[in-house]
T-cell receptor
């Protein structure tokens, strides 16, 4: 399975704090993608990190990838109430032909 | 990036009826997919929409229930047939863009409620 499994299932923090979410996967990957979903809406693509990259930044987002441990982390710095959402990691590796498999995600709540 | 639109954004339907959801991408794409997200659940892939040919369905999904068309590269439809309350979900289309990128973009989703 290419499924990503996010941890923790839920995270509650105060505005201004950092939020860290982790993702583990089972098979080899070509890349790993992180998405955000605000309540009941579509998925917003946040960042893609390739298997030969170890770290990637985009604004307040920092993603790391450890292929030896088959894990990735998403760090959101200086969180805002608008960051409240579900976050998913997923990947399309090998013969999946672009099909993405999703875990349950991490529900992040940022309190103002 | 790409802009993906879906119509309708939401609908409330009666049991036994069918609903067709449209998905339009504003860029050249290689692959298009349809996902379902049941209440409180994660996304599950329904099928890969193939241009000009039958869609490729995942285990547990069949063409009679979820017929899919993709008449051109940037447009696809998903029909939810003979609906029951268990079909109440958010349906999302996604697309991979042409040009070698692996990034997959999602539409805003269609929230379906079946009474």
């Amino acid at each position: 399975s290419q499924q990503g499994e996010e941890d923790p299932q839920a995270l509650s923090i105060q505005e201004g704090e950092n939020a860290t979410m982790n993702c583990s996967y089972k098979t080899s990957i070509n890349n790993l993608q992180w998405y955000r979903q605000n309540s009941g809406r579509g998925l917003v693509h946040l960042i893609l990190i390739r298997s030969n990259e170890r770290e990637k930044h985009s604004g307040r987002l920092r993603v790391t990838l450890d292929t030896s441990k088959k894990s990735s982390s998403l760090l959101i710095t200086a969180s805002r109430a608008a960051d409240t959402a579900s976050y998913f990691c997923t990947n399309a590796g090998g013969t999946s032909y672009g099909k993405l498999t999703f875990g349950q995600g991490t529900i992040l709540t940022v309190h103002p | 990036s790409a802009v993906i639109s879906q119509k309708p954004s939401r609908d409330i339907c009666q049991r036994g009826t069918s609903l067709t959801i449209q998905c339009q991408v504003d860029s050249q794409v290689t692959m298009m997919f349809w996902y379902r997200q049941q209440p409180g659940q994660s996304l599950t892939l329904i099928a890969t929409a193939n241009q000009g040919s039958e869609a490729t369905y995942e285990s547990g999904f069949v063409i009679d229930k979820f017929p899919i068309s993709r008449p051109n590269l940037t447009f696809s439809t998903l029909t939810v047939s003979n609906m029951s309350p268990e079909d109440s979900s958010i349906y999302l289309c996604s697309a991979r863009l042409a040009g070698g990128t692996d990034t997959q973009y999602f539409g805003p989703g269609t929230r379906l409620t079946v009474l």
